[in-house]
């Protein structure tokens, strides 16, 4: 079982570019998220959706969206990228969007704007 | 506010034994979580704990004082491969998780 995918593995950006980083699960978990890990500050919520067709914002949200259009993608898109979205991105899923389960997390992407 | 508070990084030597404190507070309380985080590599997940108490899976354990807002990670005979970071999350009343920035644990031979 793959678990949880995303790509791409790391990517450099120019500065005002778009990008979607995909995120991919085959555990038909009902929740998904996408965090971003700076050095020296916790995972930071940026968007989660607790089941396809819905979407709600984190703590980060601003200069990013997301889609979920089925239960198995939830992309995250960068409309017009600036230095400060450079980060890891890590997108995780759970079975439901209760407290108790676990979050499984995808492998992330290094992403870098210049 | 929210807040997450664990050590920033901590020695140990192999074979011995760490403890890695976290407090928290959270617009409510739906349980704690602990993540293994090793350097370059996604966060795994290590224990959950929502009653007060000691929770025991093999060489790791955590406890957990819901009064106190504080939790601890036992690891037991450190071996290398246990350098890595240690993540505390907490979950709140929306039921979204609340991060620590992590504990580095370098452990010496």
């Known amino acids: 079982t793959a678990g949880i995918t995303q790509a791409p593995t790391s990517q450099i950006l120019a500065a005002g570019r778009s990008m979607t980083l995909r995120c991919t699960q085959d555990?038909?978990?009902?929740?998904m998220y996408w965090y971003r890990q700076d050095l020296g500050l916790g995972l930071r919520l940026i968007h989660y959706?607790?089941?396809?067709?819905?979407?709600g914002k984190g703590e980060v949200p601003d200069g990013y969206s997301v889609s979920r259009a089925n239960t198995d993608d939830f992309p995250l898109t960068l409309a017009s990228a600036v230095p400060s979205q450079t980060s890891v991105y890590f997108c995780?899923?759970?079975?439901?969007?209760?407290?108790?389960?676990?979050?499984?997390f995808g492998p992330g992407t290094r992403l870098t704007v210049l | 506010g929210q807040n997450i508070d664990q050590p920033t990084e901590m020695t140990a030597t192999e074979g011995a034994i760490v403890q890695i404190n976290c407090t928290y507070q959270t617009s409510g309380f739906n349980g704690l979580f602990w993540y293994q985080q090793h350097a370059g590599e996604a966060p795994t997940f290590l224990s959950y704990n929502v009653l007060d108490g000691l929770e025991e899976k093999g060489r790791f354990s955590s406890f957990l004082s819901r009064s106190k807002g504080y939790s601890y990670l036992l690891l037991k005979e450190l071996q290398m491969k246990d350098s890595a970071s240690y993540l505390c999350a907490a979950t709140d009343s929306n039921y979204q998780l609340i991060w620590g920035a992590g504990t580095k644990l370098i452990i010496k031979p």
């Open positions: 995780a899923s759970k079975k439901t969007g209760g407290p108790t389960d676990t979050q499984y």
């Open positions: 555990m038909r978990h009902n929740a």
């Open positions: 959706s607790n089941t396809a067709g819905t979407t």
